[in-house]
Each structure stands twice: as C-alpha cells, then as structure tokens.
C-alpha cells in the first residue's frame, strides 16, 4: 500500500483510528481510471447553487492532510470566488470510536459558519486541535476557545445551541455517506467528481485537480 493512503485511509484494527480515518463500509471505494486524478461518484449528488459549480470539502479538524490544504484551498476559492462556490461540511462516520468527538468539532464548525467566521478561524482551530492538542468538543470548551480568538460570548452560545446548528451536526455524517467519501479531506466538484490527496497525488496537487474539474464544467 503506497505510504499516502495507508496515513490517509486506513483504519487502524487496534486503535480505531488513523491519521485522517474514515469509518469502515462508509462508502465504496471506486478507484480513479489509469491517470485520472479524481473518481465519478456512483450516484451523483444535488447541487445548491445552480449559477456557479459548487465544490464541497470534506475535513476533519485532527486530520494533518486535512489542515494542509486549508490554506491553498482558500487561496484557490479567492482566485475562483466568480464561478465557484465554496461549501464545508465536516466530517463524522457513525459508529466509529471518534464519532463524539466528530461531532464535536462539526458543531463548532458549524457556529462558526453561522457567525461568518470560518474564513478567519478555520486555520485557528486546526491549530489548537492538532498542535495545542485543544479539547473543543463541548460547549464551553469551544466557547472559552472563540471567546480568545475575540468571538462575542454571547453571540457564539446563542449559534452553538441553535437548532440550525444542531441539524446541520446531525446532517453530516449522511452527507458524509451520499458523498460516497473515503479519505480526508475530499472535495467534490458540481456533485460529480471526488478528488483527494491519493488520486491527485498529494495535498499540493489538488488545487490544480480542482481548476480541471471546474474547467470541465
């Protein structure tokens, strides 16, 4: 097994868990055709912005490959903000060991979507999580972290326990199975293509995937 996939995908038996792991049977792994740097989803999924491609990025706060392309992939969706639309979802498989955690971390990447905030903090809570090793999971946890990165406390409760937030929590482990993901991160382009660091052949080059991908239309 090359050395990218085993720190990307694999699920450890011992542990459960691997660099950037996803949840065992989430999805069926269709290997890209020889020199494609992306694979076609099996079932294609809906699009919500019918003006511009949508492309959809699948992260997890303690995935290392995940945290590397957060930078190049804001840069890419500043060059492309005319014809693309940027949308996140955080990642949790059901049933893994992590599962609490996951949803943790989507509840507050979810806050801050709601408060405008992710362009500002998303590398901010990369940061703490897998550096600083940061428990954000709770509420007051994430609250005392956001309230240090100058997030009014009140306004980040009220997001945090909003009902919205809630759903969007609850939402991402099925949208993390319709997207049919099997490594972190992955972004998916007009609800068709799926690129990640395996196809692509690393974190850098997808960016340059993602440009052929819109191009294609």
Excluded: N
Excluded at 4 to 21: D, F, K
Excluded at 28 to 48: K, M, S
């Amino acid at each position: 097994m090359k050395p990218l996939l085993r720190s990307a995908v694999l699920l450890v038996v011992a542990t459960g868990l691997a660099a950037c792991p996803v949840q065992a049977g989430a999805a069926t792994h269709q290997p890209p055709a020889e020199g494609r740097p992306y694979v076609q989803l099996q079932h294609p999924q809906p699009v919500r912005e019918a003006a511009a491609t949508e492309a959809v990025e699948f992260f997890w706060y303690d995935c290392v490959h995940s945290q590397q392309l957060e930078q190049p992939l804001q840069d890419w969706a500043r060059r492309h903000r005319a014809d693309v639309v940027l949308r996140r979802v955080p990642a949790v498989w059901q049933g893994s060991p992590g599962e609490g955690r996951q949803l943790g971390h989507a509840r507050l990447y979810y806050t801050l979507e709601r408060l405008g905030e992710v362009d500002r903090l998303q590398l901010a809570v990369y940061r703490s999580v897998r550096e600083h090793k940061e428990d954000v999971t709770t509420e007051d946890a994430a609250t005392a972290w956001a309230v240090r990165q100058g997030v009014d406390e009140g306004a980040f409760r009220s997001a945090y326990r909003s009902a919205e937030v809630g759903r969007q929590a609850s939402e991402a482990a099925e949208l993390f199975r319709r997207y049919e993901i099997d490594e972190l991160p992955s972004v998916v382009v007009g609800g068709r293509y799926r690129t990640s660091p395996t196809p692509a052949g690393g974190v850098r080059e997808m960016p340059g995937v993602l440009d052929r991908l819109v191009e294609a239309g």
